[in-house]
């Protein structure tokens, strides 16, 4: 069933073209890998796709509606990006998981998904004192409580000691969204994907199997 | 006009440039770095004041209200300006800050007009306009750069909670605490300090003019009112405005550079 879809996706920043007309699709519940050496805008494009870069050119649409029709606060509740360095807000670790959901009028269990994520007791600490690898899991829990259809995954394990890595993945492999995931590690890439988009220097790099294994 | 000019002061005015003359001098002499600016001020300032004596004294003359408005149309674009100068040159910063001026300083002269707290006259509504407007100006300018630098050092928070699905005025809404906190400093410490650390321009010139120092007190304690009603209209309107100017169509953060 369709879920993304991207037609000729550019992307401008300080007066010049970063990305080049991009175009792809994900089904709904797909799970997709974005690989390319470092500055070949995988970051631009998760950030793109949610409309947080403010220059933009081309089509968005989730199951066939445009992102201007579903406006961007829908759009980005349905897709949700989960940055690299994610900053933490004000409060303790719970509101942080809390506040967007609650903003959004979702009832979470939040206790259940910081056990997910090895932070069951960390709930009343404050976030904005966490570790990296903390912040990270408190962001992926953060996602998770507004109940995305896609997640927009960019390193989410990057600070992450090897049995965390292996926590966040498995609580990925059952949790049901799709998402296109950017990580280093192309193990993980493999272990997490069902196929790889590549960017070059900006630009997609065409595949023969579109980009299927 | 001729009678009114034979009301300066020729030996003040000598002695005054005398003396600013001489402090001129020394600044070249001691090779500061601001004196060259100090100098430009000084002739600005001055050529700024014969012009806007000369303008007032023609509108107080005519004594109509349609040419009052339009100077004070005139001093709104100027103070726009000015303040949409210290972001950036954009139309779109001009304009922001020509809403946010000119609805602040409307909601304020237009009713206290109309309740007859001053006259309709030019010489009450231009100079207590005049210090409404600049003060709108200074806070319009201080919140749209204080906002501007908040929301860039808070970039990744901001962000952080659009990514979410949350709407800007919410992801920005401690910058806008924190701004309208900073651009009420001024105009709040300058309503602490009245008349212990400094007797304020209004009073001064009512003083000199010979005016009984309570009714002076009276008009002072009006204008600083006033003003600090101006500093917070523009405030808050920046403040609740301001995802017009840093935010695109789509909600992305979009800061001028």
Known sequence: MEGLRVENLSVRKGGSEILHGISLQVALGERVGLVGGSGAGKTTLLRALVALEPDFSGILTWRGSPLAELGPRAWRRTLVLVGQRPAMFEGTVAENVLVAARHHGLEVEVQGLLRDLDLAGAGDREAQALSEGERQRVALARALAIRPAMLLLDEPTSALDEDRVRMVEELLARTPVGWILVSHDPA?????????????????????????? | MSQALGSLDPWRLGMLGLYVGAVLLMMFRMRLPAAREAFLAMLQGAAQLAIM???????????????????????????????????????????????CIGLATGAILVPMALARVFELRPNFLIPISGMVIGNAMNATALALERLRSDLKLQRDRVEAWLSLGVDPDTAMGSSARSTLEAALIPSLNSLKTTGVVHIPGMMTGMLLGGQSPMKAAEMQLTILALIFIAALFSALLVTRLARRLFFTGLEALDLPA
């Open chain 2, 53 to 99: 004596g000369s303008v007032l004294l023609f509108v107080f003359e005519v004594d109509h209200l349609a040419l009052s408005v339009a100077l004070l149309t005139l001093m709104v674009l100027v103070a726009a300006w000015t303040a949409a100068r210290r972001i950036d040159r954009r139309l779109a910063t001009f304009r922001f800050a020509l809403g």
């Open chain 1, 188 to 213: 993980q890439v493999r272990r997490l994907t069902d196929r790889q988009i590549r960017l070059e220097g900006g630009s997609q790099v065409p595949s023969s199997n579109g980009g299927r294994p």
